[in-house]
């Protein structure tokens, strides 16, 4: 194939961030980001209601504690097994219907979690069974949040925008189980699945307000499968996800033994009822809300696996009280610093998440860190409730606390990522390469060879560079890189690119961030020829 010119030209360089700080509710200011802010508040305040009402519910079917465990296992190991598809959808179809439509499909679950009770027909199997299908609905819909905040506020407002995401959740976790316990001691379980069946029907409502346009790919909708190829293969080439998903997983998965057993814990303190597991509840929920007022001068001080690790800490602590505590004024103070390490902990990693990311990938990452949280969540509940019901409640929670923290700092000793490094993920500039013009008349896969001269005494720092290339051409979707080394012609080395077929070769293009660009300069500062690196295009004929 005829010599193509390399990918030349970059992108002119951008004007640096304002240093102007940013207040807590500054992203409030933007219309849109408001309207879908309140959107997910009430969808949080569903979520806690009905994981409050469905714990309590199991608890008058059953007193086994493992029972009692699998309400949040169900909840949660949706968001685990279709957190990928959904992340994949949200990157390739309108956001705005997937959104209504995981609303509507909320409302239908409450609506038959409601007729069950109200009948008398519910049981625990069947309960089990509802709590999945609305884990469905969230799996589907929380994909779509995590993708969108980027696209509504500015850069410099992303940090405060997720923090008041955090704060929705955790003022539900208040309001939600306060609603929810008022509810279930008044009048029972069933009036608050009918509240979450009419809030979720309001919620779709509103979302009809959101004017969004859908701007679909020029080069068509990807394929479900290979969208959730491309998802997998970006999060296992970024060391920030890598270690991101790590200590995500290892924090939840030993965390979640606090939800997983308060219905019994509260069940257990000297009155307890409806009303203590609510204060419980409660009380971590406002603990995380004071966290978030102290979040930005805490990521000043300490870096993000400071905090992670200082958060770990306090939740074990507050783990192992709880494990001990005689009453409600013991319990309380816990649950507030136990709110307070929790939202300390996901809310710096979802930062670092969020500024590593891609816009094209965005959902999809984003649907693999909530798949770590909810899988680890899943197995961690059952696995604690598992232990509860061979041992005692003060077993699997003391045995929580202690590896937590161990588990923890082996994972911030042996898993790096280079955190202080931000890379530019901003879309490049259009331009920027001299992209192919004559598409093959056959299809196959695309294979790109580029070829560079270069002197052998750098050979090994060329090679270091190239190992970027491989994972930044292989997390834009390529199946296949290697490195060819001239046996004849040592100074000639020929970087080889493997795309599944000609569209996704042109993907490629599409995908291309600032931080791509630099990577091409810190490439082609190496090259010795006196003309750029030839490119040649092949396709494998059948």
Do not use: K
């Not at 409601?114 to 027909?121: D, H, K």
């Not at 136990?338 to 891609?358: D, H, K, R, Y």
């Not at 798949?371 to 969540?377: E, F, L, R, T, V």
């Not at 695309?446 to 997390?475: G, H, K, N, W």
């Amino acid at each position: 194939m005829s010599s193509i010119p390399p990918e030349e030209g970059s992108a002119p360089p951008r004007p640096a961030a304002s240093r102007r700080s940013v207040t807590a509710l500054e992203p409030l200011g933007v219309p849109v980001f408001r309207l879908l802010w309140s959107t997910w508040l009430t969808a949080n305040l569903c979520m806690w209601m009905t994981d409050v009402a469905a714990a309590w519910t199991m608890t008058t079917l059953t007193s086994t504690p493992i029972w009692v465990a699998l309400v949040q296992s169900a909840s949660t190991l949706p968001v685990f097994l279709l957190g990928l598809p959904s992340g994949a959808l949200a990157d390739i179809v309108d956001r705005r219907r997937l959104l209504m439509a995981t609303q509507l499909w909320l409302a239908a679950t409450a609506a038959a979690l409601c007729a069950a009770t109200a009948s008398g027909l519910m049981t625990a199997p069947l309960l089990l069974l509802l709590v999945f299908a609305n884990g469905v609905g969230l799996a589907s819909r929380w994909p779509v949040f995590a993708a969108i905040v980027p696209d509504l506020v500015p850069r410099t407002q992303l940090a405060a925008a997720l923090a008041l995401n955090g704060v929705a959740m955790n003022l539900s976790r208040i309001v939600g189980p306060l609603v929810a316990g008022a509810l279930i001691a008044s009048a029972g379980s069933v009036w608050v699945f009918a509240l979450n069946a009419v809030l979720s029907l309001l919620s779709a409502l509103v979302i009809l307000r959101w004017r969004h346009e859908h701007q679909p790919n020029p080069l068509g909708r990807e394929r479900l499968l290979g969208a959730m190829r491309v998802g997998v293969q970006f999060v296992r080439q970024s060391p920030r996800m890598r270690a991101v998903l790590t200590r995500v997983s290892i924090f939840f998965l030993h965390s979640t033994v606090l939800l997983a057993l308060l219905p019994l814990l509260a069940r257990g303190l000297p009155g307890g009822d409806a009303g203590t597991f609510t204060l419980l509840l409660a009380s971590m929920g406002a603990g995380a809300i004071v966290a978030v007022l102290v979040l930005p001068r805490m990521r000043q001080s300490h870096g993000r696996d400071g905090l992670v690790i200082g958060g770990t800490v306090v939740q074990s602590v507050a783990t192992a009280v709880m494990a001990i505590a005689p009453n409600t004024w013991v319990a309380v103070p816990a649950m507030l610093a136990a709110g307070m390490s929790w939202i300390t902990v996901a809310n710096s990693l979802s930062v670092s998440a969020q500024m590593s990311l891609p816009n094209w990938v965005r959902a999809r990452a984003m649907a693999s860190y909530q798949m770590a949280i909810m899988g680890a969540s899943a197995l961690g509940a059952a696995l604690w409730g598992q232990v509860a019901t061979v041992g005692t409640l003060q077993t699997a929670l003391v045995s929580a606390a202690v590896s937590g923290v161990l588990v923890m700092l082996l994972a911030v000793r042996f898993v790096t990522d280079s955190a202080d490094e931000e890379a530019d993920m901003s879309p490049a500039q259009a331009g920027w390469a001299a992209r192919p013009t004559v598409a093959p008349q056959e299809d196959g896969r695309v294979v790109t060879t580029v070829e560079y001269l270069i002197d052998p005494l750098r050979t090994e720092a060329f090679v270091l560079v190239m190992q970027d290339s491989r994972r930044a051409r292989l997390s834009q979707g390529a199946i296949g890189w290697q490195l060819l080394n001239d046996i004849g012609e040592p100074t000639r080395f020929v970087e080889e690119v493997v795309d599944e077929s000609w569209t996704e070769h042109l993907r490629r293009f599409h995908r291309a961030t600032a931080a791509d660009l630099a990577l091409r300069e810190r490439r082609l500062a190496f090259h010795q020829g006196e003309e750029p690196p030839r490119i040649r295009r092949y396709v494998i004929r059948r």
